[in-house]
């Protein structure tokens, strides 16, 4: 039986392209209770892009992100990464509901790197960053200790291998989260606002270390309040209000010659 996630006209996702975008979202809706948090997001991020996500608070940024990994279920529309439809499959001419299991082997290939670190607090950096590898049977166990070695370094931290995250600052906390995030390998991954949980002089050490990873190509999604690193970092700048994509286009554009008048009053109060 097909779910609630056909929307009708909607082409199902991955089905005819030969390059397919590393995000799109088609027709997305979300409801909590009677809160119409997303309505009709339609959005599509190629390969290597940086987009930034700004908007109010209650606007649906963070919601966005959890229904890009399947975290929200979306009540209409759907969404697909790499070509992929995430949390369902086709089935004849609409979708039909994935599996727990399978969701969660999809999600695996989908980076997050949450607000507030969500490390194992019994669990060194190092087995922080190595644990995914190990649990998805990707890597052996020696493997993913000497890849999370590698990542570690790659963010800062190879001399903090074996602290744990109490004994790490909020900014190392996150560095670690990130390096967690580039153990799968994803195609895309997604922040949540990085840098809202930590001290001021703790944000730019994050911030960097997201710079490094756009200049390297990696597709990445980016909610955040940071407008001097969303300028910096983005390919495209996508503001949402209301539970809608209101103006997207390069930092140029929608920072310093907004359309919309939306986007002119949130930007006026936060420059």
Same mark, same amino acid.
């Given at each position: 039986?097909?779910?609630?996630?056909?929307?009708?006209?909607?082409?199902?996702?991955?089905?005819?392209? %030969?390059?397919?975008?590393?995000?799109?979202?088609?027709?997305?809706? /979300?409801?909590?209770?009677?809160?119409?948090?997303?309505?009709?997001?339609?959005?599509?991020?190629?390969?290597? $892009?940086?987009?930034?996500?700004?908007?109010p608070s209650g606007s649906g940024k963070s919601t966005l992100l959890r229904v890009i990994n399947h975290l929200?279920?979306? $009540?209409?529309?759907?969404?697909?990464?790499?070509?992929?439809?995430?949390g369902v499959r086709r089935h004849g001419k609409g979708l039909k509901e994935l599996s727990e299991r399978a969701? +969660?082997?999809?999600?695996?290939?989908?980076?997050?790197?949450?607000? @507030?670190? @969500?490390?194992?607090?019994?669990?060194?950096?190092?087995? @922080?960053?190595?644990?995914?590898?190990?649990?998805?049977? &990707?890597?052996?166990?020696?493997?993913?200790?000497?890849?999370?070695?590698?990542?570690?370094?790659?963010?800062?931290?190879? *001399?903090?291998?074996? %602290?744990?995250?109490?004994?790490?600052?909020?900014?190392?906390?996150?560095?670690?989260?990130?390096?967690? %995030?580039?153990?799968?390998?994803?195609?895309?991954?997604?922040?949540?606002?990085?840098?809202?949980?930590?001290?001021? $002089?703790?944000?730019?050490?994050?911030?960097?270390?997201? /710079?490094?990873?756009? %200049?390297?190509?990696?597709?990445?999604?980016i909610v955040t309040h940071e407008i001097g690193f969303a300028r910096e970092v983005a390919d495209r700048i996508?503001? +949402? *209000?209301?539970?809608?994509?209101?103006?997207?286009?390069?930092?140029?554009?929608?920072?310093?010659?907004?359309?919309?008048?939306?986007? &002119?009053?949130? +930007?006026? /109060?936060?420059?």
């Open positions: 039986m097909s779910t609630p996630l056909d929307t009708p006209g909607t082409p199902v996702p991955g089905a005819q392209s %030969a390059a397919p975008a590393a995000v799109e979202v088609h027709g997305v809706h /979300k409801w909590y209770g009677a809160h119409h948090v997303l309505d009709g997001i339609d959005l599509t991020i190629r390969p290597g $892009e940086v987009t930034v996500i700004l908007g929200e279920k979306p $009540e209409a529309g759907h969404v697909s990464v790499g070509g992929e439809p995430i969701i +969660l082997a999809q999600r695996s290939r989908i980076g997050f790197v949450f607000q @507030n670190f @969500n490390l194992f607090p019994h669990l060194t950096a190092l087995d @922080n960053v190595a644990a995914a590898p190990v649990a998805t049977g &990707r890597l052996s166990r020696g493997a993913a200790r000497e890849l999370a070695r590698e990542l570690l370094d790659r963010v800062g931290l190879g *001399d903090r291998a074996g %602290a744990y995250p109490r004994q790490l600052s909020g900014g190392q906390q996150q560095r670690v989260a990130i390096a967690r %995030a580039l153990a799968l390998r994803p195609g895309v991954i997604l922040f949540d606002e990085p840098t809202s949980a930590l001290d001021p $002089e703790l944000v730019g050490e994050v911030l960097s270390v997201i /710079k490094d990873l756009a %200049a390297g190509g990696t597709t990445l999604v996508v503001f +949402l *209000d209301g539970g809608r994509v209101v103006e997207q286009g390069p930092p140029a554009q929608v920072l310093d010659n907004p359309s919309h008048p939306r986007t &002119r009053d949130f +930007l006026s /109060k936060v420059l």
